[in-house]
């Protein structure tokens, strides 16, 4: 009988047809992040290595495996927004991924429209129904745990402004299944959304 488990030291290749990695780390939220470069040219691209990381202040963060567009406006400004992908901006967001050159908005590219910001000069996308106005706060080149730099960037911003579109707050209260999150799972092509049925309720001991 074959091994029941699938062992295998990922600097030596996985063996499977697709890597399983970030399959199994998911599904994952979407950064869906807009940048200015310093000549004030528009970038708007997805980042599913991206989550949250502190509360006070708020601080998400995101990972550029290369360095790209995205990263280098960053470093430029120290300003980014992030916004929320949903099931009928996906199609959208998944164009916003074209290897296009700096010059080339995908704003225009997605037909998308760059609304402004209120504290950072950088627009949000006024089709998505939230967006993070943020600023950086550090850059972190990664390394392996053999201390070799690797070319992936961990760029973290605080949140410094906040839009919600009113609808998702029912009673106050953000509705998540609501607003139709997009996340990334893995292979080549794999979503999944968040609706009612995948609620459940669990209180943490007292
Ligand atoms: C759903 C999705 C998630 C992605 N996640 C990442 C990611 O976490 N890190 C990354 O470097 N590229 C990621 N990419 C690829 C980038 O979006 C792509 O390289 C893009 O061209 C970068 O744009 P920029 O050079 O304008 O920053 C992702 C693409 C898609 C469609």
Not at 11 to 30: C, E, Q, T, W
Request: aromatic share 10%; with cysteine; proline share 9%.
């Amino acid at each position: 009988m074959p091994d029941a488990i699938h062992f295998y030291e990922p600097r030596s290749g996985h063996g499977l047809p697709h890597d399983p990695f970030n399959a199994i780390v998911g599904p994952r939220p979407i950064g869906w992040i807009s940048s200015r470069s310093q000549a004030g040219g528009l970038n708007l691209a997805p980042y599913s290595f991206f989550n949250a990381f502190n509360y006070t202040p708020p601080i998400v963060g995101f990972a550029s495996i290369g360095y790209k567009d995205t990263l280098r406006n960053i470093e430029e400004t120290g300003e980014f927004v992030w916004n929320l992908a949903t099931r009928a901006l996906a199609e959208a967001m998944n164009q916003t991924c074209a290897a296009v050159p700096p010059e080339v908005s995908e704003f225009d590219l997605a037909g998308l429209t760059p609304a402004p910001s209120r504290l950072v000069s950088v627009p949000r996308v006024q089709e998505s129904p939230v967006s993070f106005e943020c600023r950086r706060t550090q850059i972190v080149q990664l390394q392996g745990a053999d201390g070799i730099q690797v070319p992936t960037w961990l760029v973290l911003g605080e949140v410094v402004a906040v839009h919600i579109a009113r609808h998702l707050l029912r009673d106050g209260i953000y509705d998540t299944a609501a607003a139709g999150h997009i996340l990334r799972g893995g292979g080549s092509a794999d979503y999944f959304t968040v609706g009612p049925e995948q609620l459940f309720r669990m209180r943490r001991p007292a």
